[in-house]
C-alpha cells in the first residue's frame, strides 16, 4: 500500500506562486510509475493537471497550465512537485497527487491506484 500525502496549499494572489510537494510512503524508480496532480474545482469535474513518469522523467501538461507549471521529482526524497507560477483565479482547486504504474492515458483517473488526501490553493483576484 502506497500512502501519499501532499502538501503546499494555500492562499494567494493572482500572478503568484506556490509549490506543492507530494510525499510517498514508498518510491520505486521505475519508467512505468507514473505520478500525477490532479485538480478538482468547486462544481467541476476532477481533471488532470500534470504526470511524470519517474524514471524516464517525462512530462505532460494539461493546455491550460502550459508554461505556468512545472512537475518534477526528488528520487532521494521520494517527492514528487509541481510548481505553480502566474497561478490565476481559475486555478483555484483541491489538488491532489496520484500514482499508478502501467501504460494508458495519464488523464485517466480509473488508472490510477493510489490518492492523496489534497491540499487546498485559493487565488484570489
Known amino acids: 500500500q502506497v500512502q501519499l500525502v501532499e502538501s503546499g496549499g494555500g492562499s494567494v494572489q493572482a500572478g503568484g506562486s506556490l509549490t506543492l510537494s507530494c510525499a510517498a510512503s514508498t518510491y520505486t524508480y521505475n519508467s512505468s510509475v507514473c505520478m500525477a496532480w490532479f485538480r478538482r474545482a468547486p462544481g467541476k469535474e476532477r481533471e488532470g493537471v500534470a504526470a511524470i513518469y519517474i524514471g524516464g522523467g517525462s512530462a505532460y501538461y494539461v493546455d491550460s497550465v502550459k508554461g505556468r507549471f512545472t512537475i518534477s521529482q526528488d528520487n532521494a526524497k521520494s517527492t514528487v512537485y509541481l510548481q505553480m507560477n502566474s497561478l490565476k483565479p481559475e486555478d483555484t482547486a483541491m489538488y491532489y497527487c496520484?500514482?499508478?504504474?502501467?501504460?494508458?492515458?495519464?488523464?485517466?483517473?480509473?488508472?490510477?491506484?493510489?490518492w492523496g488526501q489534497g491540499t487546498q490553493v485559493t487565488v484570489s483576484s
Open positions: 496520484a500514482a499508478r504504474t502501467g501504460v494508458g492515458n495519464w488523464l485517466n483517473t480509473l488508472l490510477y491506484n493510489y
